[in-house]
């Protein structure tokens, strides 16, 4: 139901962006957000967009990335940034903030020189 893509490996300072499709039905319904887990750590919120469009970020990644939505095609976007080794780790969309739905594979997002 929630699929994410556009992962890969970036160099420090370097900027991604990722998507997320949604149904039509859970884009119109709920607010989405995007998760990450990094290697050997727990899965953690990174940001979510509410169905109005409000945006809400962890203090990790405030400022650095951007969160957004095109309902004309029920995807999510996750503009990254300023991207930092730390920001390495599989990508996940789900609805926010509880992630309600089952997870997906994810994207594999690897900030490395």
């Known amino acids: 139901q929630l699929q994410a893509s556009g992962g890969g490996l970036v160099q420090p300072g370097g900027s991604l962006r990722l998507s997320c499709a949604a149904s039509?039905?859970?884009?119109?319904?709920?607010?989405l957000g995007w998760y990450r887990q990094a290697p050997g750590m727990q899965r953690e919120w990174v940001a979510r967009i509410t169905i109005s469009g409000a945006t809400y970020y962890a203090d990790s990644v405030k400022g650095r990335f951007t969160i957004s939505r095109d309902n004309a095609k029920s995807t999510v976007y996750l503009q990254m940034n300023s991207l930092q080794p730390e920001d390495t780790a599989v990508f996940y969309c789900?609805?926010?903030?509880?992630?309600?739905?089952?997870w997906g594979q994810g994207t594999l997002v690897t900030v490395s020189s």
């Open positions: 789900n609805t926010a903030p509880n992630g309600l739905l089952p």
């Open positions: 039509g039905n859970i884009f119109r319904n709920v607010a």
